[in-house]
Nanobody, 119 residues
């Protein structure tokens, strides 16, 4: 059973930074998604199992950085220059296959962590 535990969410002012963590029970291709109230869950970023490949949604490119520490089976999402519209519940997800940018292709999900950006 794959377990994913997110942490690091909270309340931050616009322009600030937060770092989310996702501790996994093994090594997988990983993605971060987010869901704002009354909106669909959307892709944010993914990282390959080795960490060599990453990709970002256009809305977060140049502001967010996804990384991983394979010794700790932990994936991070460094979020900088946060905007009000980044407010959402952030979920990490694991995929048994390779990297992907669509939520339907992920096999396991964490419980989510709330990020609130005040304007």
């Amino acid at each position: 059973q794959v377990q994913l535990v997110e942490s690091g969410g909270g309340l931050v002012q616009a322009g600030g930074s937060l770092r989310l963590s996702c501790a996994a029970s093994g090594s997988y291709a990983m993605g971060w998604f987010r869901q704002a109230p009354e909106k669909e869950r959307e892709f944010v970023a993914y990282i390959s199992r080795s960490g060599a490949s990453t990709n970002y949604a256009d809305s977060v490119k140049d502001r967010f950085i996804i990384s991983r520490d394979n010794a700790k089976n932990t994936v991070y999402l460094q979020m900088n220059s946060l905007k009000f519209e980044d407010t959402a519940i952030y979920y990490c997800a694991a995929r048994l296959g390779g990297i992907a940018a669509t939520r339907e292709r992920y096999d396991y999900w964490g419980q989510g962590t709330q990020v609130t950006v005040s304007s």
